[in-house]
């Protein structure tokens, strides 16, 4: 099983970004599938969940608005779409399968 998100990189407050996590070794397209956070010196905090067919997403309150999760079964990838960037948002975003983290990639918003 094998999660890779890619995307993150340095943008300026009110940017956008968009995550991609490349999934492998499980059955992806039946697989509810979550992004997860963790600021400098934070504990990792949850962002967003979709459901399997795509069907149903939740996002955490601090990002409810600007972060839209989706996904592409045929091609076994999760996305996260992230506007109005703020400093708050400086992270290192991680994919999350049921059971497999991925390695995360690193957000940083600043000016």
């Known amino acids: 099983e094998q999660l890779v998100e890619s995307g993150g990189g340095l943008v300026q407050p009110g940017g956008s970004l968009r995550l991609s996590c490349a999934a492998s070794?499980?059955?992806?397209?039946?697989?509810?599938m979550r992004w997860y956070r963790q600021a400098p010196g934070k504990e990792r905090e949850w962002v967003a969940v979709?459901?399997?067919?795509?069907?149903?997403?939740d996002y955490a309150d601090s990002v409810k608005g600007r972060f839209t999760i989706s996904r592409d079964n045929a091609k076994n990838t999760l996305y996260l779409q992230m506007n109005s960037l703020k400093p708050d948002d400086t992270a290192v975003y991680y994919c999350?399968?049921?059971?497999?983290w991925g390695k995360g990639t690193l957000v940083t918003v600043s000016s």
């Open positions: 979709i459901t399997s067919y795509g069907d149903s997403t």
């Open positions: 999350k399968s049921p059971t497999y």
């Open positions: 070794g499980f059955p992806f397209s039946r697989s509810t």
